[in-house]
């Protein structure tokens, strides 16, 4: 059962630079979201996609933009990385909008930026 | 702006004792999640509460739900070295147009 899938499960990226972080999901699940993951803060909403072709801001959007491929794979993706965005970023998904049941969680991808 | 605050943050006890880690919420809600995550690892799912006066159990933890005191508490019996990891609640407000809102994490040691 893959679930969640994340790629790459780590990077390292200089302040500039520009990478696509991958997730897809093989739940039939409508929604899809981007988090990042930082020390003492819990998790914070980038962006999420209710459903296919749709995205929306969620808490931290600034720097990020994002894709909803199809119903399975959602991106995200960074222009021009800052060392402030260095974090841990987790893919989830769940079966309608606001996770009723719960979210799955990809693997996560601890992104560096030096 | 809704806030979730977990507290402790930080809880180290002996293997066997019990304790609770409170999360608080600041706006309405009746939806609230528990989760476990060890370290490098992703987010497990632990209980869905759903509504006023929900109790989940499983195992030595079990969570709880007051809507009215927004409040949810994840109780811990008999600890054991295996519940070592830290736990989030989250508090689901996409009702009211926002987002999945996580607390800070609890990270829990149990030493023998």
């Known amino acids: 059962n893959a679930g969640v899938t994340q790629t790459p499960k780590f990077q390292v990226l200089k302040t500039g630079q520009s990478m696509t972080l991958q997730c897809a999901q093989d739940m039939n699940h409508n929604s899809m979201y981007w988090y990042r993951q930082d020390p003492g803060m819990g998790l914070r909403l980038i962006y999420y996609s209710a459903s296919e072709g749709t995205t929306d801001k969620g808490e931290v959007p600034n720097g990020y933009n994002v894709s909803r491929l199809n119903k399975r794979e959602f991106s995200l993706r960074l222009e021009s990385a800052a060392p402030s965005q260095t974090s841990v970023y987790f893919c989830?998904?769940?079966?309608?909008?606001?996770?009723?049941?719960?979210?799955?969680f990809g693997s996560g991808t601890r992104l560096t930026v030096v | 702006e809704l806030k979730v605050e977990q507290n402790p943050l930080f809880l180290s006890m002996q293997e066997g004792k019990n304790y609770t880690i409170y999360c608080n919420y600041s706006t309405t809600s009746d939806r609230l999640y528990w989760y476990r995550q060890d370290p490098g690892k992703s987010l497990e799912s632990l209980f869905v509460l759903l509504s006023n006066g929900a109790v989940k159990q499983e195992g030595r933890l079990m969570a709880s739900l007051d809507t009215k005191a927004r409040l949810s508490t994840l109780h811990i019996t008999a600890a054991v070295h295996d519940l070592s990891a830290t736990y989030f609640c989250?508090?689901?407000?996409?009702?009211?147009?926002?987002?999945?809102?996580f607390g800070a994490g609890t990270r829990l040691t149990v030493k023998p």
């Open positions: 989250a508090v689901d407000m996409w009702a009211n147009n926002n987002d999945m809102r």
């Open positions: 989830a998904s769940s079966e309608e909008t606001g996770g009723f049941g719960g979210y799955t």
